[in-house]
């Protein structure tokens, strides 16, 4: 097995143009895994530690671009206000010390769908900057899952940020496991409320072939939010809307029954995880100052 | 084999005072070692020049192995060796702890998924690993027994079909491995005399000992022929007894000595990488290291038994049990290792503490091709007390009593009978167990709620995963009594071996133990030197590598270690003692009345009275010259139980403890937190309290893991399918409760210093305590551990 240290982002980029089938590492939580458990055995791995750009961010008037190896602790202490459901997701991943080493863009790399990081990216509408010799793309975090483990790079590609919009209003993230720390997700559930636009977004991890969105539970809600005038009065949206919410988002999920729950569990489980993260997340939108200077 | 009697603890009018002596909180030596990370395990081992060996398993439940072609994996540059059953090296091909019954490497036929089926020793481990790979073998698949109805099917197929054990002749099926049934009284009358009678069917999930140190050893070949063997294990001279024999060596050919053991539970009494070791050691000349990753691990021992039990209980209105009527059966998987024991105490103790006179149970285990199942603390008394304790809810339930009062009616004490026919004539503080964790104030309700805004989830169930901020929480309290023996039974001899030598060194007396004991992380070797300075009454002891050089330890299981080892350790200082005196008694005999007289004692390097007068110091009494003595000692004889009555004296003591469990379950999502899980047990003695405390919190957190989150799943084609800690939960820290402890000390005279086997008892109520809380919180039946969230929440 080779393994090749590039110094820089620039000769990370030639070398993954050169060999393309080299496979990056960043944390390695999720490929020394891997490697570990004979799943795939590389010819050659891609370093990416050198390179100390990935693991910084900067905020912007309106985004956060997070460097791909931003480790889920930084997060977690650094960009709470701005990024609150990544932030929240990031505090459920593994332990202390799988988060001072994993972020995103291995998450993102890997494409599992229990990756906690995919529902927060969901709710809040984040774009992956891939970077190859051939230039930069911004991917939408819509189009970024095909399939089980497979996303939307190209073989000569490499995430260097992920460009998430700033938090207008509130965040939540929710995960179920069968264990109170360090588990991966039965099912995980997030929910963005963007009052500026006066939509709501969604995230479902681990309960499809994907992370997804639940649309139509999306829709449903923002009209029931407009048509009740929900963001002018700040009144919590009835019990029955709430409900309805959760009929929906639980049938937007597409689960399966393995050794972690079985597939009519996690549907129950999503619609019990989408009527509390509303209660929280409007809660909390109602607490908050609403006028629009300080969204 | 005649037990040679042993001579009773020689008991003094007081007992000798020491520093660090037995009672004391002594800290481990090992304890700093292993937070820090610098303990060396057996993983940790390394030889100059040695090989790492690999072992190929098989990826069906059952099959035939029609051919296996080693020549692509031995044409791997860096390859030694690559074997396979046709090059052991005699015609004993099997081991086993009990039957005879395991091969060492596939011969035709696997088994269980993930049985050995090739060897391979190479210059790196992961070149032994990708030689492995290439190994071709040619499978031909069978169809698997998983379960009762197929293991016991006119048709099914035979495991064993040539079984010569001794229980062979007695089962009604070949895929029965033991039935031990247990009658007595006249169940069907007392049946007539219930005003309520409860009956339920529990099922228990495969626990794995989930130890964190894998399966290591070291074989390094002798120039004598023989081989050196340093590996992690429970029981030397066990492994030793299953290993020389297959290997063709004489015993005193295979030298064994105790590496660092990182945890053991039972998951190390069977054999797992030695005589693989040993054979690929011998076959290249060079030293072997074998290690298991923790996918090898979790096929590379024996499991918890998974259990279907059936439950009759009937009582009268006054809350008195009339009779019992049980059958357990124990998936055993491929292989018997010690199902025939588990079978024998899952009989004798499935009435758990309780006096019912009139009983008519049946208890077997089964060979089926699941993966194989053994020892696991608690050893078939965990099984039956989920539910029995489950029996005994659901009955208080139905006369309306509260649980612990109804328990409180038929709890056994000293003087009562078991359903063996033994009597308990020792304490048996049941209701006393059960009255203290009762008497303990609840933990504060709703402690997730902060001064702030934001809830701490680390107190809600689903903790940080952020699933409620105490919506649909709801709490529960339960409560559980357990029963379990200590020491080897059914008439096995039990014994172990110790070997103290006391000399001067630089003007000091200093003594030196060696023992076979293995330390799995209980502290044994701590209580071997807090007895020695009690005894002896010298500060500085020395605590010799275990190894083969020295008699039989026996196991370090069934509770027994401090009972047994520290029971050699005092029984070889009390001959030591009497040599002391007979010299002193020569040397200085005339310079005082006392020397013939008084009883004397060692005491701080000298010979005192009991009133503490000094006679002399122990340095002129040895005046150079060293005392060392070997002994064995052993606990009273038992005897086995009747093959068709279970009646006899089976088990050398009973150990009690008692849970009261506070769990806050969120009813939506089918999540718990356990919030407290207190503890009470009767250890007779506390040796060291800190290390009973341990064991004690060890346990308790070892059933909460089997109540709520641990079960290895295996598929109805009998093949495992969570080999990991990705997906084989264990508790967490934010899943372990306060854990407070109550230990009572009331002494079994039968031991040393009154003690009771501690480390097997709070594994057994832990987990149906646990249940009972969740079912008070939800309501729901829950029969079947682990729970999981589809239980609570009724979802299929
Ligand atoms: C004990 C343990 C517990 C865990 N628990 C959780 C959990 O609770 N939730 C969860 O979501 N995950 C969990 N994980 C998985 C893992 O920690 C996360 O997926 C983490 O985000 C991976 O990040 P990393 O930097 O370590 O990725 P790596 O392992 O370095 O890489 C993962 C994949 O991403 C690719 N990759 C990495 N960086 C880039 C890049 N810049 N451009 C392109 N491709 C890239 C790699 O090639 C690889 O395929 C756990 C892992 C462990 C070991």
């Known amino acids: 097995m080779d393994f090749l240290r590039p110094a820089s982002w620039q000769e990370a980029l030639a070398a993954k143009a050169e060999y393309p089938t080299a496979v990056p590492i960043a944390g390695g939580t999720d490929l020394m895994v891997e490697i570990n458990f004979d ?54 991943v593994a332990s202390p010390q799988i988060r001072n080493r994993g972020g995103v863009g291995g998450n993102l790399g890997t494409a599992s769908p229990a990756g906690d990081a995919h529902p927060a990216l969901l709710a809040s509408g984040a774009r992956i900057e891939a970077v190859s010799v051939r230039g930069t793309r911004m991917i939408d975090v819509d189009d970024f899952y095909l ?12 995430i260097r940020a992920v460009h998430l919009p700033k938090a207008t209003g509130p965040q939540a993230f929710a995960k179920v496991g069968t264990r109170n720390a360090m588990v991966i997700a039965v099912c995980a559930f997030g929910l963005a409320l963007h009052p500026d636009r006066r939509t709501v977004r969604t995230g479902i991890g681990s309960a499809a072939p994907t992370p997804v969105r639940a649309r139509v539970a999306e829709d449903f809600l923002t009209a029931a939010l407009a048509d009740g005038g929900h963001w002018d009065s700040g009144r919590p949206p009835a019990p029955s809307v709430a409900a309805e919410f959760a009929r929906l988002v639980a049938g937007a999920a597409n689960p399966i029954d393995d050794v972690r729950g079985t597939a009519a569990y996690r549907r129950h489980a999503l619609g019990v995880l989408a009527r509390r993260t509303l209660g929280w997340t409007w809660q909390a939108y109602r607490e908050q100052d609403r006028s629009p200077a300080c969204a | 084999m005649t037990a040679e009697p042993t001579r009773g603890p020689r008991r003094l009018t007081r007992a000798p005072r020491a520093a660090q002596g037995v009672g004391v909180s002594v800290a481990r030596p090992d304890g700093t070692l292993k937070v820090t990370g610098e303990f060396a395990y057996a993983s940790d081992m390394w030889h100059e020049d040695m090989l790492w060996g690999h072992t190929l398993r098989s990826p069906h439940a059952h099959a035939r192995v029609l051919s296996i072609d080693i020549a692509a994996a031995l044409a791997v540059p860096g390859v030694y060796a690559v074997l396979t059953h046709d090059d052991l090296p005699t015609s004993q091909t099997r081991y086993g702890l009990e039957c005879l019954d395991t091969p060492v490497l596939a011969d035709g036929v696997v088994r269980h998924h993930g049985e050995p089926v090739a060897l391979v020793a190479a210059d790196h481990p992961e070149t032994a690993r990708r030689a492995a790979a290439r190994i071709a073998v040619d499978y031909e698949p069978l169809p698997v027994v998983h379960d009762e109805a197929t293991a016991l099917a006119d048709d099914a197929p035979v495991l064993h079909p040539h079984r010569d054990d001794h229980h062979a002749p007695h089962v009604r099926h070949p895929n029965i491995v033991h039935r031990q049934p247990v009658r007595r009284g006249d169940p069907d009358a007392a049946a007539a005399r219930a005003d309520v009678i409860v009956t339920g069917t529990y099922t228990v999930g495969m626990q794995d000992q989930a130890f964190l140190g894998p399966e290591s050893g070291l074989a390094v070949p002798a120039e004598d022929g023989g081989v050196d063997l340093y590996v992690a294990t429970q029981w030397l001279h066990s492994d030793l007894r299953q290993i020389a024999p297959v290997l063709g060596l004489p015993e005193d050919k295979v030298r064994m000595t105790l590496s660092g053991v990182g945890g053991a539970f ?38 918890r038994h998974p259990a279907t039990l059936w439950y009759e209980h009937g009582a009268t209105r006054e809350g008195l049990l009339t009779h019992m009527r049980c059958r357990i059966v124990l998936d055993g998987g491929a292989y018997a290792s010690s199902s025939p024991a588990v079978v024998g105490n899952a009989a004798s103790l499935s009435a758990g503490p309780y006096v019912v006179d009139h009983v008519d149970i049946e208890a077997l285990a089964l060979y089926t091709n699941n993966p194989p199942c053994g020892a696991m603390r608690g050893f078939g008394a965990v099984q039956a007390c989920f539910a029995y304790e489950s029996q005994m809810d659901k009955l208080a339930a139905e006369l309306g009593l509260d649980p612990v009062e109804f328990r409180r009616r038929n709890a056994m004490s000293q003087g009562s009978r078991l359903p063996t026919g033994q009597v308990v004539d020792a304490p048996a503080p049941v209701a006393e167990l059960l009255r203290r964790v009762k008497a303990l104030p609840l933990p504060p309700e709703r402690q997730w709620e902060t001064a702030g805004a934001a809830p701490d989830v680390r107190a809600l169930p689903g903790g940080l995963s952020n699933t409620t901020h105490g919506e649909g929480v709801v709490r529960g309290v339960g409560y559980a009594v357990g029963i379990k023996n200590v020491g080897f039974s059914e008439g096995f001899d039990d014994y172990s071996t110790a070997r103290v030598r006391l000399e001067v060194a630089g003007g000091e007396p200093v003594a030196t133990v060696h023992t076979a004991a293995a330390e799995v992380g209980q502290g044994g070797v701590t209580v071997q030197a807090q007895i020695v300075r009690t005894e002896l009454g010298v500060q500085q002891v020395t605590i010799q590598p275990a190894d083969t050089r020295v008699g039989s330890a026996g196991s370090t299981s069934a509770s027994r270690q401090t009972y047994m080892t520290g029971g050699a350790v005092r029984h070889t200082c009390e001959a030591i003692r009497e040599r002391v005196l007979a010299l002193g008694r020569a040397r200085f005999g005339g310079t005082h009345p006392a020397w013939e007289h008084a009883e004397l004692l060692l005491e701080d390097g000298k010979v005192v009275t009991e009133a503490g007068e000094v006679l002399a110091a122990l340095a002129d009494v040895l005046d150079g010259q060293a005392i060392d003595i070997e002994q064995e000692f052993r606990h009273r004889p038992t005897q086995p139980f009747d093959r068709m009555t279970g009646q006899g004296f089976g088990h050398v003591q009973y150990s009690f403890a008692a849970h009261r469990a506070v769990v806050e379950v969120d009813t939506e999502l089918g999540l718990v937190k356990v919030v407290e899980l207190a503890c009470a047990q009767d250890v007779g003695k506390a040796v060291n309290p800190q290390a009973v405390a341990g064991q004690i919190q060890g346990g308790t957190v070892q059933g909460l893991g089997l109540a709520v989150m641990e079960e290895i799943l295996v598929g109805p084609d009998a093949k495992v399918r969570n080999p990991s800690f990705t997906d084989y939960l264990i508790p967490t820290i934010l899943d372990t409760p306060t854990l407070p402890v109550d230990i009572l000390e009331l002494a079994d005279h039968h031991a040393p210093y009154g003690l009771r086997g501690a480390g097997e008892a709070p594994t057994l109520s832990s987990t149906p305590a646990v249940v009972s809380a969740i079912r008070a919180a939800t309501g729901r039946a829950l029969t079947r551990v682990p729970v999981r969230p589809e239980h609570i929440t009724d979802t299929p």
């Open chain 2, 266 to 303: 039972g998951g190390r009494e069977d054999l797992s990488m030695q005589i693989h070791g040993c054979l690929l050691a011998l076959r290249t000349g060079k030293p072997v290291k074998m290690v298991y990753d923790r996918f090898q691990s979790f096929f590379g021992h024996v499991h």
């Open chain 1, 39 to 92: 799943h795939r055995r590389p010819d050659a791995l891609l370093d990416l530690n050198r390179i100390t750009e990935l693991r910084e961010w900067e905020t912007g008037r309106q985004t956060v671009r997070l460097g791909a190896s931003v480790p889920y602790s930084r997060i977690m202490e650094h960009l709470r206000a701005e990024l609150p459901g990544l932030a929240q997701a990031a505090h459920t």
């Open chain 1, 147 to 158: 399939g089980v483990k497979r996303n939307a790079l190209a073989p000569d590609e490499l």
